[in-house]
């Protein structure tokens, strides 16, 4: 692909040893909204983290504008998922938008007049205005979701991560949203979004990955949504591959979002 | 009470050495302690503060007596080594991270009380004041300690306020930092050796056993009382020195009383009472909050039934009425209904006139909205929701009285009514 956003080459991840993610390999257009579909459990989350030097791949590896993540970091914006932090964190809307304007940089210097002006802007595009310095805690659960869009938003990049931005969203917000990604869009960004609902994917996406542990397929909506490839993915008879993932799930580790770390 | 007058006249010149080192060492913790608490980290400290006592004991077998420096170099080397086995044992094995900290917490714990027992049997001058590291003395901090346990204060000032926002960021979110690109191991490790050194600082004044309650609780009692990390800061330290020097002078006033155990007692008590008293999310407040609603409701009722007074008599909002009129409207026990009138004079939206009242400026204003919200509300629930002419009243009784400005604005656009709509249900 000439004009690629991200470049994933053989890529396997592994907890503790079994694969979740399974020698996936795939290149990304530019400027389009690309949507990472599959079952819980299918490595989406995985994909991501792996994608953003979270995790170190076993094997492969993975480009981003044909370079490597830690020249171009900040040219990428990540969105957890939301329920992988605590809420009940004592910083408002605006404190936790303003940490999309640490960089490695100014990590020791005060905000200036520019990060104050992109933190209120990045807050306006998501309608938190009136929010700027409620807690996050009283926040619904839509509104953290924004939050976090919008600390995305202030960090100015190029290419947007996004895992489940749609869970736990109104109607109301989820269309927003969509109106706000495609404005991104129109700007020339590229947004990846792990996304849940089968019904509405071939309405929100330009292209699609389908993913389950490896990678089933990968095209616009109409190549991607075939029977065959959803049977593929999601399929009623277990595959040996996802046997595996729920062993793991079962027996050993918890889930958790959260990578143990202190 | 002249131990007291003693002690807060440093009469005795030791007391200084002890308020200004219990000073140093409960504002180092509590400020390094808010993040640890933040990050969930509250059992590692118990690890760190209990693996400092092998160090402490193999620091005063190298320097052969009680050398501050030693001990605290000791002390700082087994509290690294017990968070790196904890994160060694975590990344290596299927043992989760309490069951890792249990494990290397009562194992380095117990080499350090052999290694107590070693030197009590050997030849050691000057022994004795090791058992102070169980269970701490603050009297025995001495001139040469202040002076290290404020440089420790300064450097984890200094830090935590260069390091501010890299502590915010990693605590909230650690792998959007680390996406971000954030040096997020090297911040860790400021912050772990911070923290080392904050529970290294208080193990003799407080003692291995309970220097950990002095890392976590000034924050969990602070995070009742404030939702902005810096007053939680001021608060937890506020706290933790309060109790530090308190503790202190309950052990200096009872010779050979351990300082730890009171310390953490006073602190303890002290987020007791946070629970029940802290604004927002404290017992206290939230029966005053129901109490205030309840007032609330009752002076806008009558509000409310002044309007409807004057409306089904078709006077002017601001002629006169008799306390007795509104009795005609809406039911209200005449004792109350008379405090509630007083009320609402002290708020200046009544005036007394003879034995009749009449509306302020403010107060007609203020009757107004209140009907106004109240009918907008029925209006509302007659149109989107499935209730009837019947029981929209009902449905909207109360409502008016939390509808904020803003949702008022929404109801009129959405509604497309402005004033006050004719009909009540
Ligand atoms: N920290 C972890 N340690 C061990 N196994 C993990 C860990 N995180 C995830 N897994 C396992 O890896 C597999 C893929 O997880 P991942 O979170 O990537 O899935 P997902 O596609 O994002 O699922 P969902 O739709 O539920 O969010 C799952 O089987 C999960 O149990
Ligand atoms: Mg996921």
Redesign the pocket.
């Known amino acids: 692909m000439e004009n690629c956003s991200i470049e994933v080459h053989n890529l396997t991840t592994t ?2 040893g ?1 694969p ?2 399974w020698d996936v390999d795939f290149e990304l257009p530019v400027g389009q909204i690309i949507g990472v579909i ?10 991501l ?1 792996t994608i953003m030097g979270l995790l170190e791949p076993s094997s492969g590896f993975v480009k981003i504008f044909n370079q490597d993540l830690d020249k171009i970091r900040e040219r990428v914006a990540y969105v957890p ?1 939301r329920e992988s932090v605590d809420w009940d964190f004592p910083a408002s809307v605006y404190d936790i938008v303003m940490m999309g304007r640490y960089r490695k940089h100014n990590l020791f210097r005060r905000t200036n007049k520019t990060d104050i002006d992109i933190v209120n802007q990045s807050i306006e595009k998501v309608g938190l205005t009136e929010f700027k310095n409620r807690q996050i805690a009283q926040l619904s659960g839509g509104q953290q979701q924004r939050v976090f869009i919008a600390r995305a938003l202030a960090q100015r990049a190029e290419l947007y991560l996004m ?2 931005p749609f869970v736990g969203v109104d109607a109301a917000t989820e269309s927003s949203i969509l109106s706000l990604l495609q404005e991104m869009k129109n700007d020339g960004k590229t947004v990846l979004i ?1 996304h ?1 609902d089968l019904q509405t994917v071939s309405d929100y996406f330009d292209y699609l990955v389908l ?1 389950n542990t490896r990678l089933i397929a990968k095209g616009t909506p109409q190549e991607v949504l075939t029977k065959e490839n959803l049977t593929n993915a999601y399929g009623g008879q277990l595959t040996l591959l996802a046997k595996v ?2 062993l ?2 079962e027996n ?9 770390d202190f | 009470m002249q131990t007291l007058i003693d002690f807060i006249t440093f009469k005795d010149p030791n007391v200084i050495y002890v308020v200004l080192g219990m000073i140093c060492i409960n504002t180092s913790s509590a400020v390094i302690g808010t993040f640890a608490f933040l990050r969930k980290r509250a059992l590692i400290g118990d690890a760190i503060a209990h693996a400092l006592l092998p160090g402490v004991c193999l620091g005063f077998i190298l320097a052969g007596d009680k050398n501050i420096i030693y001990l605290l170099g000791g002390a700082f080397l087994t509290g690294w080594l017990a968070t790196f086995l904890v994160d060694y044992i975590v990344n290596q094995t299927k043992i989760k991270q309490d069951a890792a900290i249990g494990i290397v917490l009562s194992t380095l714990f117990a080499f350090g009380i052999v290694l107590m027992s070693v030197i009590q049997n050997g030849d050691y001058a000057n022994e004795g004041g090791l058992n102070n590291f169980l269970f701490g003395q603050a009297a025995a901090i001495n001139k040469d300690e202040v002076y290290i346990f404020g440089i420790i204060l300064l450097v984890i000032l200094v830090a935590t306020y260069f390091f501010y926002r890299a502590f915010l960021s990693i605590s909230f979110n650690y792998d959007f930092a680390a996406s971000a690109g954030l040096p997020v191991k090297t911040i860790e490790f400021v912050l772990t050796s911070l923290t080392v050194l904050a529970i290294a600082a208080g193990i003799q004044a407080l003692g291995v056993v309970l220097m950990s309650a002095l890392i976590i609780t000034p924050a969990a009692a602070a995070r009742f009382w404030s939702n902005n990390l810096r007053v939680m800061l001021l608060i937890a330290v506020v706290f933790s020195v309060f109790s530090g020097v308190l503790g202190a002078y309950v052990s200096y006033a009872n010779a050979g009383v351990p300082t730890g155990p009171w310390v953490v007692l006073i602190l303890s008590l002290i987020t007791i009472i946070s629970f029940v008293f802290s604004t927002k999310k404290g017992i206290l407040y939230r029966i005053l909050l129901a109490n205030k609603n309840k007032r609330k409701i009752f002076t806008e009722n009558i509000l409310k039934s002044i309007f409807q007074w004057h409306e089904k008599k078709q006077k002017d909002i601001a002629e006169p009425f008799a306390a007795a009129d509104l009795l005609s409207v809406r039911l209200f026990s005449t004792r109350e209904l008379n405090k509630g009138l007083v009320k609402l004079k002290q708020k200046g939206l009544l005036v007394a006139d003879g034995t009749k009242f009449y509306l302020s400026a403010e107060g007609i204003v203020e009757s107004k909205r209140i009907v106004r919200l109240h009918r907008l509300w029925e209006h509302y629930l007659l149109r989107r929701t499935s209730m009837d002419e019947n029981h929209v009243h009902a449905g909207a009784e109360a409502i008016e009285h939390v509808l904020s400005p803003e949702i008022e604005k929404e109801l009129e656009k959405e509604l497309g009514i402005l004033g006050i709509p004719k009909d009540d249900y």
Do not use: W
């Not at chain 1, 599959?38 to 994909?47: F, Y």
């Open positions: 907890y503790g079994a979740v993610l599959g079952p819980n459990g299918s490595g989406k989350t995985t994909l983290k998922q895992d489940e792990i849940h993913l993932a729920s793991i799930k050993e580790f918890p889930i958790r979002e959260k990578d143990m």
